[in-house]
């Protein structure tokens, strides 16, 4: 099997006070990524110091070059400055000496262990990790879409072929046009009937009317203020985010 056609799951893990995931690496890539997410606020020191630990712990586990980076709740990449005058730390394992080595920033890719990259080893050193392969994945995508095709078929069926056939069969029994005109005039009285009031509104229809208006409402102060809005949308993305990332934490968090 072709290292190419192979796709790894990204492994998830709690910590105290952050969580961390491992995306494996392939052939496109030099390194596998090790990403520590912060759902709260944290010192410059500690993310340094869980960076390197993490590295430590995914190159005994896997010995494969490793590239660490840092997160905030925002999903916004950490400055570790003035610390440290990059923000990802690289490291790999030399397996035969049992040595590790790391730096802060780029390095050369000549410096890497070649034979880490290599298909049998990657093979080798990550066969407990779940993957799919790249056929299956086009499979699982051509019958999505074939799904939504069909869907999309029977949305349009009754959409235009569905009234056709309707009028049809009213050309030919003036039965069916008396009873598809009678459904039309009924539909008009409920509406003017709601309309004038003759018929209360349901609580969900006062709801319905309570959005539009707050939306109209809304929508006023937005186009007399749209930089405002556009703060306040931004905000919005940045509070989901935090709460999303708050949320992940805890599901991962050790007990």
Not at 90 to 98: E, K, M
Not at 238 to 252: G, M, V
Request: aromatic fraction near 12%.
């Amino acid at each position: 099997m072709r290292e190419e056609d192979i796709f790894r799951d990204t492994i998830k893990e709690g910590r105290d006070k952050y969580f961390v995931e491992y995306k494996p690496a392939n052939k496109a890539t030099l390194y596998a990524l090790v990403l520590l997410t912060f759902p709260e606020k944290t010192l410059v020191e500690d993310v340094i110091q869980s960076m390197d630990s993490e590295l430590h712990h995914w190159l005994e586990r896997f010995p494969v070059p490793v590239m660490v980076m840092s997160f905030g709740a925002t999903t916004d990449m950490l400055s570790l400055r003035p610390i440290s005058s990059h923000d990802y730390l690289i490291g790999w394992r030399d397996c035969a000496a049992d040595e590790i080595y790391k730096l802060w920033g780029p390095i050369e890719q000549m410096k890497l262990p070649a034979v880490q990259f290599a298909d049998d080893h990657l093979q080798k050193v990550y066969k407990e990790i779940p993957f799919r392969i790249k056929s299956e994945v086009r499979e699982k995508n051509r019958r999505q879409a074939r799904s939504r095709g069909r869907a999309a078929l029977a949305v349009l069926f009754f959409l235009f072929v569905v009234p056709v056939l309707v009028e049809i069969i009213s050309l030919c029994d003036n039965r069916v046009d008396w009873i598809v005109s009678g459904l039309s005039i009924l539909f008009g009285l409920w509406k003017a009937g709601k309309a004038f009031g003759w018929i209360p509104q349901s609580k969900g229809d006062c709801e319905k009317a309570k959005k539009k208006s707050l939306m109209e409402h809304y929508f006023w102060h937005c186009e007399r203020n749209p930089d405002a809005f556009q703060r306040l949308k931004f905000e919005n993305f940045d509070r989901d985010e935090i709460e999303n990332t708050r949320k992940e934490a805890a599901i991962l968090r050790p007990l």
